[in-house]
């Protein structure tokens, strides 16, 4: 039996991450990587400026200056080897953009688990706006600012659709149905910020409620319930922590018909309750 992938990643899994994450790589020294593949809970992409690397991800692929790589949430990978690489790395929650209208700029990662190549090469004359955009998202999320949060969400919606118009247009690399675990990630996505039951999405991708779960289990590491779960509290922190909406409606914004419930399971996952959470991310530097 293949063994799940871990599914932990430093930068952008920690249970406080925020809803839009970014960081930038310069100048590893060149090595090889030969960790196990990973999965994480946000969707990553990340833009190479300069060096290399090989991607292990459904198959090997070259990154090379110029090249975004994609990876969707929960999709098992891991990186070979990179030479000298520079890059930018993007995470943010999947069912946070699709909330506010956006799913369409999931389309690209979408694609990826349908089986089209996770490397997108962005045109030599897009490269320079496509770095700018990444510099002014870093600056625009980081820690010690505060801005409004519709910002750094127009700016992430630029970069992700210069990189579906550089992707290639549909019907031009043979891409597959995706199987299960794809079908099931991407309805969890679009629909975990409402009352969404295991049994729902079994229904919706004709399968059994155990096979699904099952499914997602071994190819990610985590069950359909925790990517629900961790969904509705991607988007509970962002709103914790970018607005002022009572508990109450907050639970019911992302999925919980009962408060009680939502601060039980917040707490669980956060070792703090949504108000004492909120209340330590209102102090800035």
């Not at 790589?25 to 946000?42: E, G, K, L, N």
């Not at 993007?90 to 190549?117: H, I, K, N, T, W």
């Given at each position: 039996?293949?063994?799940?992938?871990?599914?932990?990643?430093?930068?952008?899994?920690?249970?406080?991450?925020?809803?839009?994450?970014?960081?930038?790589?310069?100048?590893?020294?060149?090595?090889?990587?030969?960790?196990?593949?990973?999965?994480?809970?946000?969707?990553?992409?990340?833009?190479?400026?300069?060096?290399?690397?090989?991607?292990?991800?459904?198959?090997?692929?070259?990154?090379?200056?110029?090249?975004?790589m994609l990876v969707p949430a929960g999709e098992p990978h891991r990186v070979r080897a990179v030479t000298a690489p520079a890059?930018?790395?993007?995470?943010?929650?999947?069912?946070?953009?699709?909330?506010?209208?956006?799913?369409?700029?999931?389309?690209?990662?979408?694609?990826?688990?349908?089986?089209?190549?996770p490397i997108v090469r962005i045109a030599e004359g897009r490269r320079a706006f496509v770095e700018t955009l990444l510099r002014?998202?870093?600056?625009?999320?980081?820690?010690?600012?505060?801005?409004?949060?519709?910002?750094?969400?127009?700016?992430?919606?630029?970069?992700?659709?210069?990189?579906?118009?550089?992707?290639?247009?549909?019907?031009?690399?043979?891409?597959?149905?995706?199987?299960?675990?794809?079908?099931?990630?991407?309805?969890?996505?679009?629909?975990?910020?409402?009352?969404?039951?295991?049994?729902?999405?079994?229904?919706?991708?004709?399968?059994?409620?155990?096979?699904?779960?099952?499914?997602?289990?071994?190819?990610?590491g985590r069950s359909a319930v925790a990517w629900i779960v961790e969904g509705r509290m991607a988007e509970a922190r962002r709103?914790?922590?970018?607005?002022?909406?009572?508990?109450?409606?907050?639970?019911?914004?992302?999925?919980?018909?009962?408060?009680?419930?939502?601060?039980?399971?917040?707490?669980?996952?956060?070792?703090?309750?949504?108000?004492?959470?909120?209340?330590?991310?209102?102090?800035?530097?």
């Open positions: 039996m293949a063994t799940a992938p871990s599914h932990r990643n430093a930068l952008f899994d920690d249970p406080n991450a925020p809803a839009i994450a970014v960081a930038h790589r310069t100048h590893r020294p060149t090595a090889s990587c030969a960790d196990a593949p990973a999965t994480h809970v946000h969707a990553a992409l990340a833009y190479y400026t300069d060096g290399a690397a090989t991607l292990d991800q459904r198959g090997l692929w070259r990154i090379e200056p110029g090249d975004v890059y930018w790395g993007v995470a943010f929650c999947a069912p946070c953009v699709a909330a506010e209208g956006g799913a369409s700029m999931l389309d690209p990662f979408d694609r990826v688990r349908a089986g089209a190549s002014e998202l870093e600056d625009l999320t980081r820690a010690d600012r505060t801005v409004d949060p519709m910002v750094p969400r127009s700016v992430l919606t630029v970069l992700l659709h210069e990189v579906s118009r550089a992707a290639p247009p549909v019907g031009a690399e043979a891409v597959g149905e995706g199987g299960v675990v794809a079908e099931s990630l991407r309805y969890i996505e679009r629909n975990c910020l409402r009352p969404l039951t295991l049994r729902e999405v079994a229904r919706a991708v004709h399968r059994s409620p155990a096979y699904v779960t099952t499914a997602l289990t071994r190819a990610t709103r914790l922590a970018q607005s002022d909406e009572h508990i109450d409606v907050i639970a019911e914004r992302v999925g919980y018909a009962d408060a009680t419930h939502f601060i039980r399971m917040f707490r669980r996952m956060h070792g703090a309750t949504p108000a004492a959470w909120r209340a330590s991310k209102s102090v800035r530097g």
